[in-house]
T-cell receptor, first 114, second 111 residues
Framework: GAGVSQSPSNKVTEKGKDVELRCDPI?????LYWYRQSLGQGLEFLIY????????KSGLPSDRFSAERTGGSVSTLTIQRTQQEDSAVYLC????????????FGPGTRLTVT | RKEVEQDPGPFNVPEGATVAFNCTYS??????FFWYRQDCRKEPKLLMS???SGNEDGRFTAQLNRASQYISLLIRDSKLSDSATYLC????????????FGAGTRLFVKA
């Protein structure tokens, strides 16, 4: 079946602009996660959605970052007023069993802020 | 102290070698354990779950030691294609479930 998809695959933007990154999870997966990974670094948790519960936003680095998940499916991560330190690969993952289950990752969006 | 710790490596081993990685976790409320593999500039992919009794999948064996709070991954008969970063993943129940990824251990298998 179809895996997790993300778009765009690459995004180059100028400092100060807003960007939106999209994630389509695997159908039927109730949990959705956003992470970011800087070059050569580990995964940094950003936000977690589980069903209709309030999202766990504890990993968002600043109020410039926000995410929503509409209809329990597609999610959008928005970064406002981008900074150069936001440059990273943004990875989305989904899971059938919430935080207890295996996560399946999308290919990521490589964001470059110039 | 980090909640999940791994030796970053790199581990450089010849083809055919056996190599083992450990991962320690600090929270005894940890519930589920996984090993993921991440190739260079690719997304992480699930390698295997880790069960209390230990489990094997082909050349890969995972073990869990709850008393000492670590998990291990053993790779036998290493292949060039095993070269990757191996991520240890732990989920915690702290009133709500939380997933924590280790920073990874790099493995290079040489011909």
């Amino acid at each position: 079946g179809a895996g997790v998809s993300q778009s765009p695959s690459n995004k180059v933007t100028e400092k100060g602009k807003d960007v939106e990154l999209r994630c389509d999870p695997i159908s039927g997966h109730t949990a959705l996660y956003w992470y970011r990974q800087s070059l050569g670094q580990g995964l940094e948790f950003l936000i977690y959605f589980q069903g209709n519960s309030a999202p766990d936003k504890s990993g968002l680095p600043s109020d410039r970052f926000s995410a929503e998940r509409t209809g329990g499916s597609v999610s959008t991560l928005t970064i406002q007023r981008t900074q150069q330190e936001d440059s990273a690969v943004y990875l989305c993952a989904s899971s059938f069993q919430g935080a207890r289950g295996e996560q399946y990752f999308g290919p990521g969006t490589r964001l470059t802020v110039t | 102290r980090k909640e999940v710790e791994q030796d970053p490596g790199p581990f450089n081993v010849p083809e055919g070698a056996t190599v083992a990685f450990n991962c320690t976790y600090s929270n005894s409320a940890s519930q589920s354990f996984f090993w993921y593999r991440q190739d260079c500039r690719k997304e992480p992919k699930l390698l295997m779950s880790v069960y209390s009794s230990g489990n094997e999948d082909g050349r890969f064996t995972a073990q869990l030691n709850r008393a000492s709070q670590y998990i291990s991954l053993l790779i036998r008969d290493s292949k060039l294609s095993d070269s990757a970063t191996y991520l240890c993943v732990v989920t915690l129940d702290t009133g709500g479930f939380k997933t924590i990824f280790g920073a990874g251990t790099r493995l290079f298998v040489k011909a």
